[in-house]
Nanobody, 119 residues
Framework: VQLQASGGGLVQAGGSLRLSCAAS????????MGWFRQAPGKEREFVAA????????YYRDSVKGRFSISRDNAKNTVYLQMNSLKSEDTAVYYC?????????????WGQGTLVTVSS
């Protein structure tokens, strides 16, 4: 599976963005998918994950109620809808495939897309 993330940009605090991650490869629909982020000077952290069938999702506490992960297997795409953005959400966001809902074990990564939230 190859992954291509897009949709980042500059947004004011309180605004919204939707990130997309397009996957190529015949077995995309067999994988759990996740979103991670890395803020400047910090380690990469788990944000959200979704099971291969899209029925179960999992989020880090700080984004619960604001972010929503979804997928469209017909389009080979996973999304991260981000609402009520805060300055602390500023980071490079990465999508990944093949790990657990908890955020561990992801082996395939896309390039990042930068999200900047201005206060």
């Amino acid at each position: 599976v190859q992954l291509q993330a897009s949709g980042g940009g500059l947004v004011q605090a309180g605004g919204s963005l939707r990130l997309s991650c397009a996957a190529s490869g015949r077995t995309y629909s067999n994988y759990n998918m996740g979103w991670f982020r890395q803020a400047p000077g910090k380690e990469r952290e788990f944000v959200a994950a979704i099971t291969w069938g899209g029925r179960t999702t999992y989020y880090r506490d700080s984004v619960k109620g604001r972010f929503s992960i979804s997928r469209d297997n017909a389009k080979n795409t996973v999304y991260l809808q981000m609402n009520s953005l805060k300055s602390e959400d500023t980071a490079v966001y990465y999508c990944a495939a093949g790990g657990a809902l908890s955020g561990i074990g992801y082996s395939t990564w896309g390039q990042g897309t930068l999200v900047t939230v201005s206060s």
